[in-house]
């Protein structure tokens, strides 16, 4: 099993940044991927943005290149999440997710670990 915890949403202005990080604890070494996906109200889960943990290899959501940026540090177990120059479309639940299979992109259905999500509201 593992265990992931999100932390560092909140209200932020239109533009403005945001860090959201996800801690990881259990059996990691099991891990291949992780991503961060978001739901907003009304609806559904979608992904944003997946990591390899071993080779560090990205992908994205065409909506958050050049603003989000995905990284991790393995010593720490820890996902992050930099988000820049948001946008009030960006209001969502973020979640961490994690998968020990290669074939872990962007559907909800091919990650078998999630943590229980970090609200980020961008006002306009």
């Known amino acids: 099993q593992v265990q992931l915890v999100e932390s560092g949403g909140g209200l932020v202005q239109a533009g403005g940044s945001l860090r959201l990080s996800c801690a990881a604890s259990?059996?990691?070494?099991?891990?291949?991927?992780m991503a961060w996906f978001r739901q907003a109200p009304g609806k559904e889960r979608e992904f944003v943005t997946r990591i390899t943990w071993v080779g560090g290899s990205t992908f994205s959501r065409d909506s958050v290149k050049g603003r989000f940026t995905i990284s991790r540090d393995n010593a720490k177990n820890t996902l992050y999440l930099q988000m820049n120059s948001l946008k009030p479309e960006d209001t969502a639940v973020y979640y961490c997710a994690a998968s020990g299979s290669a074939y872990a992109w962007t559907s909800t259905s091919t990650y078998e670990y999630w943590g229980q999500g970090t609200q980020v509201t961008v006002s306009s």
């Open positions: 259990g059996r990691t070494f099991n891990i291949y991927a």
